[in-house]
């Protein structure tokens, strides 16, 4: 007996043994995202759950040459012979500046304060409301449009919805990016806050895996380091 | 212009193209997987293939506290502010020696040799069939079983499964892996050799995300460190 | 010409220029640590400065079989060809909870406030002053004594020393542990605050790279993650 | 008592040792390549191998904004609280196709085949000599010179050096790259084939935390990752 429980699996001779199911009952009966609700929560998802499990994990997956994409696509291009280490470069990019936001914007909408004020506070101490804002998608980010509409249209919209809007009409203009509702709908699906940043994670592997295996048929590795090399001067120290 | 190309997508200010369609569309109509096989080959898949692929992540996302798993939830007890890093840690063990082979036996499968003249000269070099075998599955694989069998129920096996159970009875006793079929049924099915290993670092890619947001609430990593590192005895060189 | 500016170094088709000097003029004229300083800083060490670099990245480098080795060493074991993603899995511990807080240290000691009255305050908020206890080292920890004392017997203890000193009698008895004469010593040396996060993730490389090549000899990965596995039990939720 | 054994080092409460001696005793007496030494053989080492130690490690570190680089401050760009997952980041990149090839050419040289011989197999397997060729210094690595120069100097060419030439004369005029006498000069010093690559790895190391130091100051992996997106187009697939 050990000193220590995980309530997830584990693997015996005959079997293995998923949150207290037989793994090889599950196999054919649940998709790979109820299967990672189950992974995660402890419970298969009401349809609900799975239905926006499934939004979010789409939505979040691709934008195109992103960083992480980037920074994963020279990686394979020096080390061609490591699929996972070009993955695990590429996850590493997933910091709180873009992607991680969605578990900042859930505490934001956990703590329940006041959006004016929140928003005045933050700005007083010369922070940045989470959630808000977007490098490309300036007006308006159509992904966070569409989960909302969805969202809407399946009544799940609940309490933490509503207060993302409170807090978009309090920033406004700057438009609500993927990350608020993301967290917003997770919570009013009674996700906790610790599971909202593994929809982002799970979804950019996705991303990533694909740009790899593009990478193998079309290399593009070199030539983005190249580009990236040409746009940055040295510029040694003046002889003093 | 660029002086690259890629064909999976791209961020424009009001719109996200993925292969050639509008993001916004595809939000609420394609489930995660079948999202993973569009971005992965470029064509949404067919139900055999959408069905197959959630078998298949379904199969290898869990199996226990994997070094994987161990490795990761250690690298949490370090540094909790970093689930990325976390993640990445594990997916850095997602090498041949146990998650890895599904490519190696998608090589092997391609290659179409006689499985008992294969296996006679892989043994004569001092190798291992890739596919076969398993540390805790000494007798079976139950996952392996089950793909078989729903790969045979649902009519999709074909040449490449065929080999897969020919290599078996070369092999045998030896029990196959889960990697074998996740190998034959997706060259089965079309997957191109390149797309394989996605599979299985996608999966488990979940069962990280699952390991690590228990550790958040439940830590065990520095339990785990502190019973590997006791397992080990330092033994300084002897006086000369 | 390039929009962003990098004053570090750069390849030419016959020679490589550091720091706006010639690499070939400075192989076998600086040791590795005068050319770390240099890289770091842009200038060539003081005798000093050179003398507590290599101190410090000698302290700090080995201690057994911690986490971080551990997690490299199964990932080695799980993907033996790739000695870089073990050497980076081992790296992705190198957090905040022992190894990241030279660099809290020297935030703490920058911001030059009353002893007392910080580590109260700390206390008050239910935080931990970085830089003091350790899970082995209980009493007292010895490589921060013999920084401590070979800064003295050399000069260079100054007004960060001085203040790690204070610290050290508001905390008692919970002993100083490495992490805060590393802190102190390099910024009484004059090196940045954002300097001193390098030199303990520098020195751990050192020892995960070692503790790889005994891994490569002498495989001790999987023995590892089977203890630490055997040190948790499955327990799955109970029938309702 | 463990089941395993290590001989590199363990932590006790009022001591550390490392490969049977007092850390405490090391601190001040090795520098830091001395301790790399001791750390990854067991044993001190000899002027000569203290003096070529440090002459690799300094020619290796640094080569201007390569991918490795680039990729690293990308990362941190996107993550800017995490340096270790920068660094490992761009350690991932650490592979074959460029600076990993110091092990290959270390394995070239042990097997002791006749150059021209080996030269013309390697040709007609359609494979690439290792240590031979770099995309920036098409006629003549610097560094390489400059090691083989010091190497003759100082009297340590044994062997592997004059063999390591015998390829040069057989790929002329294809340059020999850094990787060659790195290896040549390493084996004729004695250390093993598996410590070769070490030396790459924590010379890259010592870059990477310079980069990493500079982009904290002077970001550039927006910038960066900006340009290497620019060189890329994305073409959808036609409609059919």
Known sequence: MGAGVTRIGRAYPDRVEVRGRDLAELIGRLSFTEFFHLLLTGEEP????????????????????MPTNVAA????????????????????????????????????????????????????AGGKVPGFGHPVHKLLDPRAERILELADERGVSGAHVALARRFRDAVAPLPMNVSMPIAAVMLDLGFPESAVKAV?????????????????????????ARAAEKAVEYRPPEPT
Chains 1, 2, 3, 4 share one sequence.
Do not use: N
């Open 46 to 65: 009401t349809d609900d759950q799975r239905f926006f499990l499934d939004v979010l994990l789409v939505a979040i997956a691709e934008h195109g040459l």
């Open 73 to 124: 696509r020279m990686t394979l291009a020096a080390d061609p012979g490591s699929l996972q280490g070009a993955v695990a470069a590429g996850i590493l990019g997933a910091g709180p500046v873009v992607l991680g936001t969605a578990e900042e914007c859930a505490r934001l909408l956990a703590t329940g304060g006041d959006p004016e004020t929140v928003v005045r506070e933050i700005g007083a």
């Open 200 to 224: 982002p994670i799970l979804a950019r592997t996705a991303s990533l895996l694909a740009h790899l295996a593009e990478e193998r048929e079309q290399p593009l590795g070199l030539l983005l």
